[in-house]
Every structure is written in structure tokens, then in C-alpha cells.
């Protein structure tokens, strides 16, 4: 998501993210605020005042949600979100009415318009990594995005624990199952920062003690 000037973003409620300047878009982790059925993406811009006789104002965003099957869903900003100039009481809540709000005006496809190509800082991304063979793998990611790790015993129980590098926190460890190929995707937390994670095989923790 990225706003010309600034925005702030919810999901279902729940405050996930801000940025400025829209040559900086914004990528947020937001698979712990959805739900099953109706969700709700509520997001707040503010075009900042400029010593310019022009100064458009927009926004473009979009999300994308990946299923355990098919293709990716891709919702994408348009002329069927609505807007206000206004705020209202509950306005970013699921519950709330917008059928009195204006539709979105799309004044430019991206690329196109007053702003071009917006690019990520960091297009490419690459977590750092070390384990005990397959028995044990620690990852930390610099930025708060989802890790394919592979090398994995196949069809297995893994052990998956989070931490927080910033708090300290650990987060309740679950069970996983690596697929076919020895792989498993670790979704980031929805912090917003770094992290680390740890893998721990079922089979190795039966046997010795192991993370606690």
C-alpha cells in the first residue's frame, strides 16, 4: 500500500500498519487479522499540504491472500471501494455502514499518472538460516514477511516456535507438517519488525529435551 501522502491501514478492527510518502509503499503480514466471511480493509489517507500549484492526492493498495489450495486471491484497490471525507464513528469496524459513501474515483492505472512505477526498498529478501541438519533450523528474518523454508524431512512434525527480537516474547510453540518436498511456509507475526523462529523435529524432541 502506498498513499500520496500518508495512510493508516485496518483489517477487521485491527490497526495494521501506517506509512508516508508514496515512493515507499508498505507491505504488511496480515493473515492473523482475517476471518472466515465478511472482512472489512479500512484505510485512512491524508494528502499533505506542498509548496506546488498541482498536488494530487492517491492511493493504491492491494492484498493478497494465499489458500492451502488453488491460485491466490488479489483484491486490489478500484472504483468499487468507497470513500469519505469525513470520519465516522466505527467507520474501519465490520459492522459499519458505507452504502452513503461515494465511490473511489481511479484516476490512474500504476505506472501511469503524476507518480510511475512505485518500488519496494527491499525487492529481494533473503532471511538468514542455520540448523542441526533437519532436526533443528533457526530463522531470522529482517523484515516482516513470510519465509519458505526448505530441506525438510518430507510429509514431518515439526516443532514451530516465534520470537520476538524486539519484546523478548515467544510465542506458544505449534505442531507443523512439512508438504511433499520437505518445505513449510512461516507466516511473519503481525508486530510489523524482525523475527525469529525456531523448527524442531517432532522426532528429535521425543527423543532428547529440546527447546523449552
Not at 29 to 41: S, Y
Not at 59 to 86: D, H, M, N
Not at 110 to 127: D, I, Q
Amino acid at each position: 500500500m502506498a498513499a500520496d501522502d500518508k495512510f493508516t491501514v485496518w483489517l477487521n478492527g485491527k490497526r495494521i500498519g501506517d506509512g508516508a510518502g508514496w515512493k515507499s509503499p508498505g507491505r504488511f503480514e496480515v493473515t492473523a487479522a482475517l476471518k472466515t466471511g465478511r472482512n472489512i480493509l479500512a484505510v485512512r489517507a491524508e494528502n499533505a499540504p506542498a509548496p506546488v500549484t498541482l498536488n494530487p492526492a492517491g492511493l493504491i493498495a492491494s492484498l493478497e491472500i494465499e489458500l492451502t489450495t488453488g491460485a491466490p486471491t488479489i483484491i486490489r484497490s478500484g472504483t468499487e471501494w468507497r470513500v469519505a471525507k469525513t470520519e465516522t464513528n466505527g467507520w474501519h469496524e465490520v459492522g459499519f455502514d458505507d452504502s452513503g459513501w461515494a465511490p473511489a474515483l481511479a484516476t490512474a492505472h500504476h505506472g501511469e499518472g503524476p507518480w510511475g512505477r512505485l518500488e519496494e526498498n527491499e525487492p529481494y529478501f533473503v532471511p538468514y538460516a542455520l540448523s542441526i541438519s533437519d532436526q533443528l533450523r533457526i530463522i531470522y528474518a529482517l523484515t516482516a514477511r513470510p519465509v519458505l523454508v526448505s530441506g525438510l524431512s518430507r510429509n514431518s512434525k515439526y516443532r514451530f516456535t516465534q520470537f520476538d527480537p524486539v519484546t523478548g516474547e515467544r510465542a506458544k510453540a505449534i505442531e507443523i507438517t512439512t508438504d511433499a518436498d520437505g518445505r513449510f511456509r512461516c507466516l511473519a507475526p503481525a508486530h510489523g519488525h524482525d523475527w525469529v523462529a525456531a523448527l524442531e523435529s517432532k522426532a528429535r524432541s521425543n527423543s532428547r529435551p529440546g527447546l523449552r
